[in-house]
């Protein structure tokens, strides 16, 4: 069973950075694909970014300001968040799991995490 630990969440001013990190316990395989996705309240979740080995996959409103990395060695990804914007609040959540899948009995979430951006 892999379990998924982020850590980097809290409260930012427009234009600030944050790191959000996810630690994987178990053995993930290198072919998954590791991302971030954000839910707000009353919306759905929605892609933040993604990396399956060299390629990284972005949503249209963090590109350029957003980076993901990953860390097969050590099972880990984290996502550089730079001149945030409100609307980027939300509560972040790391996933891990075989490319084209979500919800499958392989794919894995974390709890959570919630990024709030205000002044």
């Known amino acids: 069973q892999v379990q998924l630990v982020e850590s980097g969440g809290g409260l930012v001013q427009p234009g600030g950075s944050l790191i959000l990190s996810c630690a994987a316990s178990?053995?993930?395989?290198?072919?998954?694909?590791m991302g971030w996705y954000r839910q707000a309240p009353g919306k759905q979740r929605e892609l933040v970014a993604s990396?399956?080995?060299?390629?990284?996959n972005y949503a249209d409103s963090v590109k350029g300001r957003f980076t993901i990395s990953r860390d097969n060695v050590k099972n880990t990804v984290a996502l550089q968040m730079n001149s945030l914007k409100p609307e980027d609040t939300a509560l972040y959540y790391c996933?891990?799991?075989?490319?084209?899948?979500?919800?499958?009995?392989?794919?894995?979430w974390g709890q959570g995490t919630q990024v709030t951006v205000s002044s």
């Open positions: 990396i399956r080995g060299d390629i990284t």
């Open positions: 178990g053995r993930i395989s290198s072919t998954y694909v």
């Open positions: 996933h891990v799991g075989p490319y084209g899948s979500r919800w499958s009995k392989s794919d894995y």
